[in-house]
């Protein structure tokens, strides 16, 4: 790990230590309670590392400030600073990803979305306590909250394969899994699974979804309306389950005059295979502002879903 990234961590754990929580919201709530007046300039902890709100040098113990120096994670803003990196708590976990606005190419996303799939992750494992498992993959993995919250839960440390294709996710991901003293994690470079050779008792993914005009990594789903990538992690990952292993895939999907085409579409792939699964709606209605843009001119809502799949043989 560099000594930018160590630095990162150390931070990380010192906020742990403290008892530091924030629970992150999306972005357009995020820039309502952020355009408030009273809150222009940082007053808390979170202000700084949860709001992503300019701060005063005296707001942070002067440690604390130099390790955020060393990480190359403040910038000035308007004669005051700027943490670049943020803070959230999931449960037991605190997890670095990137600041607000998420405008970057490369940003690290976290929000609403990852606190289902983490809880839809737990509730499945809850449910399936006879299911052993000694290797996870965490396609896409971002901040790397799935796989660690996944490998946190479970009675025996697996080896937890975190990929992306993003090299600051999986920076994020090595640091959050040093932050939360998770073990044998490894991160890996990977375009869904081209770079991973061996197969893997549990297999998750939240990937992106939505039709992006930027294309940026952490929200275009690619395909007609979204959900391109979806499917290929479904075709990618039955051919690496162990016997018996599981999938469990977090996505989302327009439903248009009460059609569901990532349903009509997975289901000719699943079918196919010598598998059980289940398919639910998690959340009916998610990321309304979306439906003003071209690509879901005719869908009446985009809502996310749970796949869970189970290899037979």
């Not at 408030?36 to 005063?56: H, I, Q």
């Not at 190419?105 to 299911?131: M, N």
């Not at 990532?262 to 009916?284: H, K, M, N, Q, S």
Request: proline share 6%; with cysteine; charged share 20%.
């Amino acid at each position: 790990m560099e000594p930018t990234d160590q630095s990162l961590v150390q931070l990380g754990m010192a906020l742990k230590d403290k008892g530091y929580r924030f629970t992150t919201v999306t972005p357009l709530s995020h820039a309502r309670v952020n355009a408030r007046p009273d809150n222009a300039v940082a007053r808390t902890l979170e202000d700084v590392f949860g709001w992503s709100r300019p701060f005063r040098s005296e707001m942070l113990p002067t440690p604390w400030l130099q390790l955020l120096t060393e990480a190359v994670c403040v910038t000035e803003d308007r004669g005051l600073l700027k943490s670049t990196v943020r803070f959230s708590s999931l449960d037991t976990l605190l997890l670095a990803h990137s600041c607000f606005p998420t405008k970057g190419a490369d940003t690290v996303f976290f929000g609403p979305d990852t606190y289902r799939f983490v809880r839809a992750i737990k509730a499945e494992l809850a449910a399936s306590p006879s299911l052993t498992i000694r290797r996870l993959i965490d396609i896409g993995c971002g901040s790397g909250a799935g796989g660690l919250a996944a490998a946190g839960s479970l009675p025996d440390a697996p080896t937890v394969v975190l990929t992306d294709i993003n090299p600051e996710a999986l920076r994020f991901a090595q640091i959050n899994a040093a932050i939360n003293g998770i073990p044998n994690v490894e991160a890996i470079k990977s375009d869904v699974l081209g770079n991973i050779a061996d197969a893997a008792d549990l297999i998750i993914a939240n990937p992106p979804y939505l039709l992006d005009p930027s294309e940026r990594l952490y929200r275009h789903g690619g395909g007609t309306w979204g959900g391109a990538l979806s499917l290929r992690i479904v075709r990618e990952s039955l051919a690496r389950l162990t016997r018996d292993g599981c999938l469990l895939l977090y996505t989302g999907t327009p439903i248009i005059n009460g059609h569901d085409p990532f349903l009509a579409a997975v289901r000719d792939v699943l079918d196919a295979g010598r598998v059980t699964w289940r398919y639910e709606e998690i959340d009916p209605d998610v990321f309304g502002e979306e439906l003003d843009r071209d690509a879901y001119l005719a869908a009446d809502r985009l809502a996310v879903v749970l796949l869970t799949v189970n290899r037979n043989e």
